[in-house]
């Protein structure tokens, strides 16, 4: 069995080691390791999430459990120190995630991630994602457009389910909303593979969902003063603006758009996404 070993001396502890994992279950059984960085388990960095104790939370809530998504996945380590593991070994020291990594993914056909939890809801249901942090953000969602989106869905007898940030989790809508996946990577991946349409600007969870397969929309995907959501950034990661991912599953776009709701529900209805 091969050992994968995430870095945390270069890597971050964040919604990027979904690269990672999918290219690591494209490979045969495997496990992962996560090796501490230098400033208290991580890499010594000035970008988000800023102290210690968020990027605990983050590893633990989001990298941690995404593992249990790779069905070929034996487990997951965090280790204590930086003692490289017996066996078949890869990435240890090396960076190795991001955007150009899941690209060439969807090149290769490889959408590995599966929930296999069940949700409760009994009616058929679209998520709306929201993206409400602290730091660029430019990038985040704009509420007053989703709901509007929400409105037109529930017009069609679907129910609108939104999930927000973290930090928002408890914080009610005019519509349902789901704290506990706001929280818990497991029972967000639930939700989003029971629903019938998910709803994104472009953040993590998008690309997690992304290669469990499940139908989706993202959008704002360019946001200019943010480098990593540059159109260079996009064109040279293999996303041109305008283009479509590489082998995408059923009902999955990408729409280079802000999201305002006339465009998405122009998307959806073209499309034929709901």
Request: glycine letters at 8%.
């Amino acid at each position: 069995m091969i050992t994968f070993c995430y870095d945390l001396s270069v890597s971050p502890a964040t919604y990027d080691f979904t690269g990672f994992l999918v290219s690591a279950a494209a490979e045969s059984d495997f496990a992962v390791h996560l090796i501490p960085g230098p400033w208290g388990g991580f890499r010594d960095d000035q970008f988000a999430p800023y102290s210690v104790a968020e990027r605990i939370l983050m590893r633990d809530r989001i990298v941690v459990p995404m593992t249990g998504l790779a069905p070929n996945c034996h487990g997951c380590v965090v280790q204590a120190d930086r003692r490289k593991p017996d066996g078949d070994v890869r990435h240890y020291g090396v960076r190795h995630y991001g955007a150009n990594v899941m690209v060439e993914m969807m090149r290769r056909g490889v959408f590995p991630l599966r929930s296999t939890k069940k949700t409760g809801r009994g009616k058929p249901y679209a998520t709306i994602t929201l993206r409400e942090a602290s730091y660029w953000p430019t990038r985040n969602s704009d509420v007053a457009e989703w709901l509007k989106v929400a409105e037109w869905i529930e017009r069609k007898g679907i129910e609108p389910v939104f999930v927000r940030d973290s930090a928002e989790a408890e914080t009610p809508l005019p519509f349902a909303t789901e704290p506990l996946a706001a929280i818990d990577l497991l029972e967000r991946a639930a939700i989003y593979a029971g629903a019938e349409l998910n709803l994104f600007v472009n953040n993590g969870p998008a690309w997690m969902a992304v290669f469990m397969g499940v139908p989706l929309l993202i959008c704002k995907l360019v946001v200019p003063d943010i480098p990593a959501a540059s159109e260079r950034w996009f064109a040279t990661c293999g996303l041109p603006v305008g283009s479509q991912m590489p082998n995408a599953r059923p009902r999955q776009r990408l729409l280079w758009a802000d999201d305002g709701a006339d465009a998405i529900i122009s998307e959806i209805e073209t499309c034929g996404l709901l």
